[in-house]
């Protein structure tokens, strides 16, 4: 990486401490340039605002005349007329009208987190309401992605007349026309990137189908859920359907799924959904879901709920169900109400998540040695691609996370079947998108299925086809890579000494918040500290102590560095003194309090002096 490609990507940047080259290879840029700055310091003049604080909300896009309301996000203030949304009309109102006759109603999701979520929100309002839903989420080893023929029929069988998919059903042509032949009016409420041609149904809901104005297409599913319910609560309302004997449900009560929803498929925390995660933060504090409640005490989760623990803690276990054990698990605890049913599911659902993990730790060895000796010494290569029989196929999304992680480029993860067929996920860096190259391959008949988003893409490619496929995504790929990991560098939002990291500076900045993509954690720097301790926890953190001038220390630990250029910069710096770089939380242990920096990055102070 040279100076001349950082400064043509990001202009009026200046290096921050200096740093061209740090431990992760990196630059390391101020988020904001000279009019950042400027807007910063007038931020901090109008609303009173601390200068750190007025720096991250720049650095994230707030306007000046903007700051008080995004320091309090509400979801009323904020939420559309859900009849922007193309189709809703026609679907909120078949809905409430099934609802009015109590008519069988079969939700069909996806077995992530999302779909869990969506499923769970749908059938808690269709309870309140007086129904019973059926509630089918397909296995991903036998079933797929998606509505089936199969399990359509067994719907129908069971008496459904409404079909209601959730985080799918956009692409599920041929098994949505037969839930038609079979009588069931069919409504799909998805996010996912649509074709040009649609499956033949009520309605169907998607903010990212070409005929859509709404804007809306940064939402997760279990957003969308949440505008068709209150859609349909107003037309249940105007129909008085709600009585003394039949109470109008607290919409809001509900918000503590789409926060998790939200979170754990990793959409952009802005605007409604940085409400909805904000205020479904503040409804999981009540511990109102049982099912929930009983998921943050199998995870041990400490302190009040933060987006990191729905992202780490909560998402990973619903997702085990649906990676390596029962597809329905998350959704039935999440709808659960008797607290012993429910703590027995999220144990269920832990101990899934130990096997998942001892399961990815095998995987991505052996994936990291393959990508190690496909790229050589000089790591040379616009993607990974990886590949091995015997792979779990619900895994794979994870090891390609991994190894992009590791790697910097876009990587594959696919498992092998006995026959040969590839099964597998790929992960994205930003400014490369692998969703639309994967469908073109798949137009070019080089994969026999494929889709996905920019950032996540999953794949099926038949025997024999692998070394094509890694050719193409070369090929594809090449110019867009070179070009996003040149302008690779770190931003940092400003800088703090040891003594000066504390909870009030945590809590200052988490009224920025809350974070997750699109809305980054802030990330602070601490010049020259002397690293008087590091070394590895675990198997592949590594925990180390940084001290101030003044004799002030601060804890840090770089999570998955052993063995990373980060790591072995830690350790072999130990009593140096170095720039590190990294994101401020509160350590809890044991009924203490204590700021920890989770570390990112190192840097030299005097390097080649």
């Not at 590895?536 to 102590?545: L, N, P, S």
Request: hydrophobic share 45%; glycine share 10%; aromatic share 4%.
């Amino acid at each position: 990486m040279t100076f001349a490609l950082q400064t043509a990507q990001q202009p009026g940047r200046r290096a921050f401490l200096g740093v061209e080259h740090s431990a992760a290879g990196r630059a390391w840029r101020d988020r904001l340039d000279a009019h950042g700055v400027a807007r910063a310091l007038a931020m901090t003049q109008r609303h009173n605002v601390p200068e750190l604080l007025a720096r991250v909300l720049v650095g994230r896009g707030v306007e000046i005349g903007d700051v008080a309301s995004h320091l309090d996000p509400t979801v009323k203030a904020l939420l559309p007329d859900p009849h922007v949304l193309t189709a809703m009309h026609v679907a909120a109102e078949r809905i409430a009208d099934a609802i009015a006759r109590g008519e069988p109603i079969a939700i069909f999701g996806d077995y992530d987190v999302d779909g869990a979520t969506s499923s769970a929100l749908l059938a808690r309002f269709l309870r309140h309401g007086g129904l019973d839903p059926f509630i089918h989420i397909p296995d991903r080893l036998f079933e797929g992605y998606g509505p089936n023929v199969e399990a359509v029929r067994a719907l129908a069988a069971r008496g459904a007349k409404l079909l209601i998919t959730v985080d799918c059903g956009t692409t599920s042509i041929e098994p949505l026309a037969e839930a038609k032949r079979l009588g069931l009016d069919v409504i799909v409420i998805d996010h996912h990137q649509c074709d040009e041609q649609l499956p033949d149904v009520h309605a169907l809901v998607n903010p990212n189908r070409l005929d859509d104005l709404s804007k809306l297409g940064h939402l997760a599913a279990v957003g969308l859920v949440f505008l068709t319910i209150v859609a349909v609560n107003r037309i249940l309302r105007a129909g008085e359907f709600w009585s003394e004997t039949r109470s109008e449900p607290d919409l809001l009560s509900f918000l503590d799924l789409v926060a998790l929803g939200t979170v754990a498929d990793v959409v952009p925390l802005t605007g409604l959904n940085r409400a909805f995660v904000a205020k479904g933060l503040l409804a999981m504090r009540r511990r109102d879901n049982v099912g929930l409640t009983a998921l943050m005490d199998a995870s041990r989760m400490s302190g009040p709920p933060e987006p990191f623990h729905l992202g780490f803690l909560l998402g990973p276990r619903i997702n085990a169900g649906g990676r390596i054990g029962r597809a329905d698990l998350g959704a039935m605890l999440l709808l659960e109400d008797d607290a012993v049913e429910a703590a027995r599911i999220a144990d269920e659902l832990d101990r899934l998540n130990r096997e998942r993990q001892a399961m990815e730790r095998a995987m991505l060895a052996e994936a990291e040695a393959e990508a190690l000796a496909a790229l050589g010494l000089e790591e040379k290569g616009a993607v990974v691609v990886t590949a091995a029989p015997g792979w779990h196929p619900g895994v794979v999304g994870l090891i390609a996370a991994r190894l992009k992680e590791r790697f910097g480029r876009p990587a594959f993860a696919i498992a092998l079947d006995v026959n040969g067929i590839g099964t597998g996920s790929g992960r994205s860096i930003a400014g490369v998108d692998l969703g639309r190259a994967v469908r073109r391959a798949v137009a070019e008949g080089l994969l026999t299925k494929g889709g996905g988003h920019a950032m996540a893409a999953g794949v099926t490619l038949a025997k024999g086809v692998l070394a094509a496929f890694r050719a193409y995504l070369e090929e594809t790929l090449r110019d867009a890579v070179e070009t996003a990991r040149a302008a690779d560098a770190l931003l940092i939002d400003g800088a703090v000494s040891a003594g000066g990291a504390t909870t009030e500076l945590i809590s200052t900045l988490s009224r920025a918040g809350p974070f997750g993509a699109g809305n980054p954690e802030p990330v602070i720097a601490l010049p020259e500290h002397t690293l008087v301790y590091a070394d590895v926890v675990g198997d592949k953190h590594v925990r180390a102590r940084l001290r101030a001038g003044d004799g002030t220390t601060l804890n840090a630990i770089a999570f998955r560095a052993v063995g990373q250029p980060l790591g072995e910069a830690l350790i072999k710096s130990r009593g140096q003194a170095v720039h590190a770089a990294g994101t401020l939380s509160v350590d809890r242990w044991q009924g203490a309090e204590r700021v920890q920096l989770r570390l990112l990055d190192v840097a030299a102070v005097n390097p080649g002096a």
